[in-house]
């Protein structure tokens, strides 16, 4: 059977199942969105035809990832702050970087965990997909600390980066700066966490207990979905304190783009993201839903509710794919060596 045929099969099937979920069809007409089922719709979604994914690029990504010495001081990796054993971020109220440096604005790390989908990145939303995000970081004097040519310079060095470049890019490839951090953006593309959530989107009205369909049901309902839309539940620009001043805005200075607009934070694995907020002041899921429900939507969101909706939310966490830890190239004599200050 063709391939077409399967799918326009497999879209059919979902469609009636679909018609048949009062939830779903209401999830959809605000704008929800599944995580595809099949690899070969998912790929079509993530996958950039100028530089496709491949088993090799995701490998040297994934070593880059976890390699210290894309920081100057050679302590800190991309999984320092955005860490994949803890839900993607780093569970503290502001990011820490270079020689111990508190984030000056305050900002909180955002997940690395389905950011392929995100519309901006960034909490002021500065960069427009991966590859241009993963170049921030590295160079900013309070993260990673590492000039461009600093980073090119250690990589270079390094004759098995050098090879596995080669293998994945072809002979002729440059590993200058760019090269590097967009192949950190490939293996950040895989980071995907497909959840029960997008099982019953998908069609399986048994993917959700009926606690988890009321708290989605009162979601909807309070109008969450209004801002936390999308495959990515969030993810998009959004006005900030529509309603009320969000308690805690004065911690930092942080103020959204030069529209006053901030990245909608996604909430899938949001129970393993705390603290919330830019500012990273809210520990308490339920907290942080009420606080959203003054801010945002004008409303106060009791704590029954708030509770309801907490349990529909732990149906977001996903299906995370296995990561092993890589073992890392070994430095050579030409390899720059740590710079701490």
Known sequence: MKISKVLSLCVLGSTVLFGANSLVSEA??????????????????????????????????????FDPRMSKSSLISCNTCHNLGLGGADGVSAAIGHGWTVNPHHLNSPTVYNSVFFKAQFWDGRSPHLADQAQGPVQAGPEMAAPPKLVEARINS?????????????????????????????F???????????????????????QEKEGFKI?????????????????????????????????????GDKQGMVK????????????YFHNGQIWSLRDAVKEMGSVQLGIKINDKDASKIVTFLKALDGRKPVISYPQLPESTDTTPKPNSK
């Open 28 to 65: 959809m007409n605000y704008g929800l969105k599944a995580i595809p089922q099949s690899n070969y719709e998912l790929l079509k979604l993530i996958d950039d035809a100028k530089d496709p994914i491949t088993s090799q690029k995701v490998e040297l990504g994934k070593k880059l990832y």
């Open 158 to 186: 390094i004759s098995e980066y050098v090879n596995e470049f080669k293998s994945a890019y072809g002979s002729n490839v440059k590993i200058d700066f760019a090269k590097i951090t967009s192949t950190i953006s490939i």
């Open 188 to 210: 950040e593309k895989t980071l995907v966490t497909p959840s029960r959530y997008d099982d019953f989107l998908n069609g399986d009205d048994e993917a959700l207990s009926s």
């Open 219 to 255: 979601f909807l309902d309070k109008g969450c979905a209004t801002c936390h839309n999308g495959i990515a539940l969030g993810g998009t620009m959004q006005a900030f304190e529509i309603a009320n001043k969000y308690r805690f805005t004065k911690v930092g200075d942080f103020k």
């Open 264 to 275: 909608t934070p996604t909430l899938r694995n949001i129970t393993q993201t705390a603290p």
